[in-house]
């Protein structure tokens, strides 16, 4: 049988899947969390803590090479403004590929899968895999809600979409026309009773590793975290969102979409119209909006969604502002999607799901879709009203969009409900791994 390295990251999702890949292969569970080693042993499995056995590497020079290859593939490195957390990076990097490079050849390991996030542990394990040439395999959500999650040999890139531009055209369905020929045995999901682990054991790991000074900045860089009083905050919004109750509208005849994001993305991928934040975004669409109403004597309302794990990202003293623009916090987003004539957005992946239901798309940012004959994009803000009147009439190219679709579900998908596992989307997966 063949030696799998398993990276945790999504507990409950990576207990599962592991478990069910115990049928055709042996499991190694590795953790760069202390919270993530805790769940694994609350439920029985083994796992191994990696960030015990980091040492303390002497300070390596960072030439343009590094930061332009493998160092820049680490988004935390490409954001960093301080040449002191970017050395820190630069040694925990070296420090982490190191063991692992040792841990896979010792343990002999034919695959590792790992979420598909940039990461330390993440890049350094894609990193060691190639030292040793064994075959990676990345996780990530399906770009198709509900019915794929994301595997693959190759991280998604998501914001390059020249690159995007290049594939389809190089694009060749008969490379795709073998797939799904897998000779596996099927096998039932393994019946698994997740366990929490008690807040007794958490409040003594907690203290144990992250508030130790021993640990602590290894895994505030491993895996970037809000400051505490900040993601308390952002905890504490979402519960409060989640308890607010559906809201209860008519949707009007004609009206434009702007889903929401959070504010941290406008930061992290380019940013050509130098949106500041979402409200800041709100403004933009509703003055185009109503610039466009008003030359070409259209009618449209706006709408504007909030996004469930970002919300309150819009003040109430913006909204009071505004009363002309219908603001929601909780509505079905394949209602809205069925029913608008256009959505805009800087880089939602809404505005996927949105071409997929033959919408005209207007986007501001950066994201894989964002190809010519799919959406449409303004060369400045002033041209905004006008492109999005054009969209309006000028529906996604059918032929580019299938292209897409075949390319993402043979390439990067798998037929699975993240959410909702089945034994046939965890067989799916299992396939997808052992071809």
Known sequence: MKNILYLISKKKFDIVTGNYLKNYANIIFMASDPMDWLFCKANGEDCVAAYRYLKKTPDINIVQSDKENLLARIEQFRLSRSQKECLDIANLFKSYTDFLTDFIQKERIDICITRDRETIDSVALEEAANKTRSQIFFLS??????????????????????????????????????CGNNKLPFHEKNKINIRTPSKIWEFITLLQYNWNPKYRKNLRLLRPRRPFLTGTQHRLKKKRAQKLPPDHIALPELFILLPLQGNE???????PFHVQDMQHLTGIVIDAVTVMNRCFKTNFKLIVKEHPSRPFVISKEFERENPEVIFLKKYDMNKLLDATSLLVTFNSLAGFEALLKNKPVVMLGPLFYCIPGLVHRPKNLDELPDVMHTALSNPP???????????????????????????HGLYNIACKIFS
């Open 265 to 271: 993305i406008l930061h992290q991928v380019k940013n």
């Open 397 to 423: 190219d059918e032929i580019i969009l299938n292209k897409l679709v075949c390319y993402l579900k043979n390439v990067y998908e798998v037929k699975a409900n993240r959410k909702n596992l089945d034994s």
């Open 141 to 178: 959500s399906g770009r198709f809600r509900g019915e794929t999650i994301g595997l693959a040999t190759e991280r998604f890139n998501f914001t390059n979409y020249k690159l995007w531009e290049q594939k389809l055209v190089e694009f060749n369905k008969k490379e795709f026309d073998k």
